[in-house]
């Protein structure tokens, strides 16, 4: 479980980048963190894994308070994958670049091969294992951060933009995967632009805006919530804009999933045709 | 008039047998504004940076064909000539920033064009308003966010009035806000100025109403070269796994339960005007 207790942050040069957030995530929940540039959702997730510390305020993982743990610590538990992946990669090849983290973490020869193998894979990289990581495509290389920290299966996994990069084949392998890891349990916690993502994913949503968390819900509150969503320069998903649109058809206000819609639009259809037929 | 021609081009990165770009063929109209799209890795990037000289000037390997953008030709003329007519916003905007802060990031591509002081100003000024980042101006590049990078970057390119400006998927940071007003501000200079844009972009819904033309590469090819609409509902691209837009694939979808629609949409405002129609005439 993470607790955030009224927690605050400035950075050195004085922007104050966090003011009193206070948000619980429990075990398994599956989340997603949207808001402006420049709302703080970089700079909360960081505090995550004890990169940065609070100013004010704490931060529990699993009852631990990140003021009194080494990053080392909290990364066992906490999987953050950056935004910018050049901030992350430093190794010779993809393959070492696996490997490092769960070296450190002290998992034996076979374990690290095997999980290197599973991780390239996983991710569409096994044919550039031997390749240096500065050699790939920026889709490719965020997908290189992504599996460096999955290779070690933490409990929870922050991801900053995961799509980054990805084209719609690659979003839509890593949402099932991100998927399937949050019904075994494991918490994941990402901040994305991509709405449409959001809308696929189906998380609960924080919304940032102006440092601060402006709203929590579900995808479908959050991203049929208009105003909320023009605070953090967000705007509804395709679905959802459409469906404001026919709103005098009678059709509903709240809808952010394709295959709903299709079904309300055949249900429409269709009654127009039985009220012919009468 | 053409503004790129690039003929039986093939590139392949030092120390790599397989080649990142195969036989390319492609001519681009001044006044053209094309998304450049395909799976990642497929060689966008790469065709990008043999438009403004990076290759073969500064990344090795081996190049044949031709490639003439603005009238030079891009192997004979020093990346510096290039610039002035190219504008090229990176796929990382941190490797584009350098300055010690925004204000003088902008500043320095005018300043290496020789513009004077005052027009400089100006210039800057201006692309800081309409990045929305007036407010960052003093400060430094590495301590902002990713998306208030990625917009001074932005700024960079648009301050310095190229006449064909690349802009490798300039929106992976930006909020969707921000995405949308970036579309609008070089749409607008596109139909006001005849700015000739390339623009690399894998989320299709948001810009496929500005764009004259969709290009799709795949493992080093071009795939398929059309106006948005065509391309956006053809089998192959659908095959290719290109992201087409939610409502695209909405009346895809209702079109296979039995629904027809008219013409495929890219836009709410289409699709909802057919829905509106069908629903008339039943
Ligand atoms: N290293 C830093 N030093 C000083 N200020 C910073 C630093 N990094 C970020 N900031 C500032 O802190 C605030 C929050 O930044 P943060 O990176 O958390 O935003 P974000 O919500 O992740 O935005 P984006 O969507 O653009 O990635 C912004 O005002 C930003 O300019
Ligand atoms: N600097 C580089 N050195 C060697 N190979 C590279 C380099 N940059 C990209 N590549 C490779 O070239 C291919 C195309 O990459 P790129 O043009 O960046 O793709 P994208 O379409 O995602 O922009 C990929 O296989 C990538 O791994
Ligand atoms: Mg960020
Ligand atoms: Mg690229």
């Not at chain 1, 819609?261 to 009654?271: H, S, Y």
């Not at chain 2, 796929?91 to 513009?115: R, T, Y």
């Not at chain 2, 690349?166 to 609008?184: G, H, M, Q, W, Y």
Request: charged residues 20%; negative net charge.
């Amino acid at each position: 479980m993470i607790e955030v207790e009224n927690v605050s942050f400035t950075y050195p040069s004085g922007v104050e980048a966090l003011k009193e957030i206070n948000v619980k995530i429990n075990d398994a929940d599956f989340i997603a963190i949207i808001g402006e540039n420049g709302a703080g959702k970089t700079t909360f997730i960081k505090h995550l894994n004890g990169i940065l510390k609070p100013t004010q305020g704490d931060i529990y993982i699993n009852g631990l308070n990140t003021k009194k743990a080494s990053i080392a610590e909290l990364s066992r538990d906490v999987g953050l994958v950056f935004q910018n992946p050049d901030h992350q990669l430093f190794c010779e090849t993809v393959e070492d670049e696996i490997a490092f983290g769960l070296k450190n973490f002290g998992f034996n020869k076979d374990a690290i091969s095997e999980r290197v193998t599973w991780a390239l894979n996983l991710l569409d990289l096994t044919k550039y294992g031997k390749v240096s990581p500065f050699m790939l495509s920026g889709g490719e290389r965020k997908r290189v951060a992504l599996a460096t920290i999955l290779a070690w299966d933490p409990k929870i996994l922050v991801l900053d933009e995961p799509t980054i990069g990805q084209d719609f084949h690659q979003k839509d392998k890593l949402r099932q995967f991100i998927v399937q890891l949050n019904s075994q349990g494991r918490t994941v916690i990402m901040v994305t632009h991509d709405v449409e993502f959001v809308a696929d994913c189906n998380p609960k949503v924080i919304v940032m805006s102006n440092n601060r968390i402006i709203a929590t819900g579900s995808a479908r509150e959050v991203l049929t919530n208009f105003d909320i969503l023009a605070k953090a320069s967000v705007l509804p998903p395709q679905i959802t804009q459409l469906f404001i649109k026919l709103s005098d058809l009678g059709l509903p206000q709240n809808v952010i999933d394709l295959y709903e819609a299709k079904q309300l639009i055949i249900d429409l259809t269709k009654g127009r045709l039985n009220n012919e037929g009468l | 008039m053409s503004i790129v021609e690039i003929r039986n081009l093939s590139y392949s990165y030092p120390g790599l047998n397989k080649p990142a770009l195969i036989n390319i063929d492609l001519t681009i109209e001044k006044g053209d504004f094309i998304i450049l799209t395909g799976p990642s890795g497929c060689g966008k990037t790469t065709l990008c940076r043999c438009l403004n000289g990076l290759i073969p000037h500064f990344y090795n390997g081996d190049l044949t064909g031709d490639v003439i953008v603005t009238g030079l030709s891009v192997k004979d003329n020093p990346t510096s000539k290039i610039a002035q007519h190219v504008g090229f916003v990176f796929q990382n905007p941190e490797n584009q920033l350098f300055a010690l802060s925004v204000e003088k990031d902008i500043a320095f591509g005018l300043e290496n064009l020789a513009v004077p002081r005052t027009e400089i100003r100006k210039q800057v000024d201006h692309a800081l308003d309409l990045l929305g980042i007036t407010n960052l101006r003093d400060n430094a590049p590495y301590e902002l966010s990713g998306g208030q990078k990625q917009r001074v970057a932005i700024a960079c390119i648009l301050a310095m009035h190229p006449e064909l400006m690349i802009l490798d998927e300039p929106t992976s940071f930006l909020d969707p806000v921000a995405a949308k007003n970036l579309f609008e501000i070089i749409y607008a200079l596109n139909k006001e100025l005849g700015l000739t844009i390339i623009l690399v972009e894998h989320r299709l819904d948001l810009l496929c109403t500005y764009a004259n033309r969709v290009i799709i590469m795949d493992e080093g090819k071009v795939k398929a070269d059309g106006i948005p609409r065509d391309i956006l509902s053809s089998k192959e691209v659908l095959s290719l796994g290109i992201g087409i837009p939610k409502i695209t694939k909405l009346y895809l979808e209702l079109k296979a339960s039995g629904i027809h629609l008219g013409d495929p949409p890219i836009s709410v405002n289409e699709i909802a005007q057919e829905i509106r129609t069908l629903m008339l005439n039943d």
